[in-house]
């Protein structure tokens, strides 16, 4: 084949054929790694969360008053706001919870082992739920028990917790073997935890990597002094009549409050804006990206074609068919864009590993590399095809021509 | 059976505001061996002329048989195969590639046949050491004169061993002791078998030919066949 004389030719046009290196040895840095974070926001929104989503309601309460800053008082409302929500026809269970899940973040800490040195600390979103928690959410237990009433803490202050993790945050505590009866460290060895129960899969979004499906229960009365937030899980038909009882309901006990009631899924779209804006802007980085690259490719092909017709002319003369020509052109392109993918995969791993040091995300892997480099050359053959077909039917007559 | 016969061919160009006849009913034989120059003045169709015979464009009307071959009904590649295999071209501006060193530049139409690295190394410093530019190998074409490219493009033109050399104009941007060596040069490859029809302007170069022909608007003037016949008479067939 030719590629030693249009290596050659190439390497006696440095400048020409420099940028076009660069800029697609940068593409391909930039896209691959943007396609790597965009996959992995996709997959987030793409996960299914592993709770009964759809069928439930979330209700934020807003208190006032001396009342409430005291634990015992608001423990009493908590406990009759929930017994009188699970009344409701239709309604399934319902649980108080310190911070709606599929929000998009919320409140998390980081576990270790009991004893266990800070490498192995894990973050974990955290959630404070009561004994109804898994009927609410719909989450099964796989290993251990559920909570029972006396879990829940019956006065405020620390004390040694029993809590419930995912399967999850349980293999990444302890990858060893069985997690129930463990003791964990959340930040004060004097008052570990003590994990009682695994749950099966749920996934919250938390500004993605591994920690969203890692997940820790705490047993109690969530609440503040500033109010409290119930799920409602309900049958599908019952929805929506549950849903406008709600607010009822919560105001009949104690009026001077303010109650907001929301669908679970309305909050989850919610906690996807950041998710769903990245994506996009991931995919317009990578768009326009690969058009201004593959404009530079058809740039170049295009502008060597009009610069060397009569050379095109004088091999068409020597003896060139129109395929060799088309061929010419096309193995010059794909030399160039071969150099720059080489270089860009080196550009590639180093940005990924600069990016990884950075957040918690993946690490390149071979399907978005291959995808990613396969893209790229399928746009710099279709960006060289173009005027390479031009150069081919240029007439042989043109070597003759004298201006 | 003449190696190159044209019978009544005719090339018009047409653009938006014109249609020029660049070769009118143009009929003419050429045997195995000759040296034909070609004069007239400028925009006679020379150059057309050497186009059509060399395969480099197509015509409009008549026909056109290269050993018996007629050549309208060819392919593209076929028709490239033959300007590869049979045909030598020599231009006025040399035509060198300007990216490519002297070797590369000999090694092209070599290239185009295919033929194994050894066979084109042997053809491309024999060819070049023909034309005494054994010790450029390396050199491109800027680092050399203009005298030396044209050089260069005759062991191009002889690296495929063609049998018909097509030169329009060769000598046409040399000084005149720069040309009389490349008609000297031009002068031994017909010795040694090759065809050459050579397209000149220069009345001197011109008169070396065994046979020359002029063109006017297109058109042969003063044609005879068989004028300054150098080799095989006997093959030389009558065109009317
Ligand atoms: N590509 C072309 N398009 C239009 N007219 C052309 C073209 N090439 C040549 N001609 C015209 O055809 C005529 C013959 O041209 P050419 O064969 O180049 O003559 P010569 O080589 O004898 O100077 C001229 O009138 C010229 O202007
Ligand atoms: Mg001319």
């Given at each position: 084949m030719e590629i030693g004389p249009i290596f050659r030719s190439l390497s006696r046009n440095k400048t020409r054929s420099i940028l076009l290196i660069l800029e697609i040895a940068v593409t391909l840095a930039i896209v691959l790694n943007c396609w790597n974070l965009m996959m992995q926001q996709r997959e987030s929104l793409m996960r299914p969360s592993g709770i009964d989503e759809k069928n439930i309601i979330a209700v934020e309460v807003q208190t006032f008053g001396p009342d409430y800053q005291d634990w015992e008082y608001r423990r009493q409302v908590v406990s009759r706001d929930v017994a009188a929500l699970r009344q409701l026809p239709g309604v399934i269970d319902a649980t108080p919870i310190s911070n709606f899940p599929l929000q998009g973040g919320g409140s998390s800490l980081q576990a270790k082992p009991l004893g266990a040195r800070d490498t192995a600390l894990t973050r974990a979103p955290v959630y404070t739920v009561d004994d109804h928690m898994l009927r609410t959410l719909d989450l099964e237990i796989v290993a251990g028990r559920a909570f029972e009433a006396g879990d829940l803490r019956s006065e405020d202050g620390p004390v040694i917790m029993n809590v419930i993790v995912t399967q999850d945050l349980a293999e990444a505590l302890f990858p060893d073997g069985d997690a129930i009866g463990q003791t964990i460290d959340t930040g004060s060895e004097e008052w570990p935890d003590i994990i009682v129960g695994v749950v099966?899969?749920?996934h919250t979004p938390y500004g993605g990597g591994p920690m969203e499906s890692q997940i820790l229960?705490?047993?109690?009365?969530?609440?503040?002094a500033s109010g409290m937030n119930y799920l409602i899980r309900t049958e599908p038909a019952a929805f929506d009549s549950v849903f406008s009882a709600v607010d009822g309901v919560l105001l009949e006990s104690e009026p001077?409050?303010?109650?907001?009631?929301?669908?679970?899924?309305?909050?989850?779209g919610g906690g996807q804006v950041i998710s769903r804006f990245s994506v996009q802007v991931l995919s317009t980085i990578i768009g326009l990206l690969l058009f201004v690259t593959t404009l530079g490719i058809y740039g170049m092909t295009s502008f060597s074609v009009t610069q060397r017709t009569k050379q095109i002319g004088t091999r068409r003369a020597l003896g060139a068919s129109q395929g060799a020509i088309l061929r010419y052109f096309l193995l010059e392109s794909l030399v160039v864009t071969l150099i720059g993918s080489a270089l860009g995969l080196i550009a590639a791993s180093g940005l990924d590993v600069l990016i990884a040091s950075q957040m918690d995300s993946e690490r390149l892997g071979p399907t978005v590399l291959a995808t990613g480099i396969l893209l790229l050359w399928s746009l710099a053959i279709l960006a060289t095809i173009v005027p390479a077909l031009r150069a081919s039917k240029l007439s042989p007559a043109l070597a003759t021509r004298t201006v | 059976m003449p190696m190159i016969e044209l019978v009544d061919v005719t090339k018009n160009y047409r653009t938006d505001l014109v249609e020029t006849c660049a070769l009118d009913s143009l009929s003419l034989a050429i045997e195995e061996g000759e040296f034909v120059s070609v004069s007239g003045p400028s925009g006679s169709g020379k150059t057309t002329f050497l186009n059509v015979v060399g395969l480099l464009d197509t015509f409009d009307q008549g026909t056109y048989t290269i050993d018996g071959q007629d050549v309208s009904k060819l392919t593209d590649r076929a028709q490239?195969?033959?300007?590869?295999?049979?045909?030598?071209?020599?231009?006025?501006?040399?035509?060198?590639?300007?990216?490519?060193d002297v070797f590369d530049n000999v090694d092209v139409p070599l290239r185009y046949r295919r033929l194994p690295r050894e066979e084109r190394r042997e053809r491309i410093v024999r060819s070049l050491e023909l034309v005494g530019l054994g010790g450029r190998l390396k050199h491109l074409p800027s680092q050399l004169s203009g005298g030396q490219q044209q050089r260069v493009a005759i062991a191009r033109a002889l690296a495929s061993d063609p049998r018909l050399i097509l030169a329009d104009e060769p000598t046409g941007n040399l000084d005149s002791a720069t040309a009389a060596e490349i008609m000297h040069l031009l002068h031994e490859i017909n010795e040694e078998g090759a065809t050459i029809l050579m397209v000149t302007h220069d009345a001197g170069c011109a008169a070396q030919a065994q046979r020359q022909i002029h063109l006017l608007d297109g058109r042969l003037i003063d044609y005879r066949p068989t004028e300054a016949p150098n080799i095989r008479l006997s093959q030389i067939a009558p065109v009317s």
């Open positions: 099966d899969a749920m229960f705490y047993p109690g009365f969530a609440s503040r001077s409050r303010v109650v907001q009631v929301q669908t679970l899924l309305e909050i989850k | 490239s195969r033959i300007r590869n295999e049979k045909i030598g071209f020599i231009f006025q501006g040399f035509n060198l590639i300007p990216d490519l």
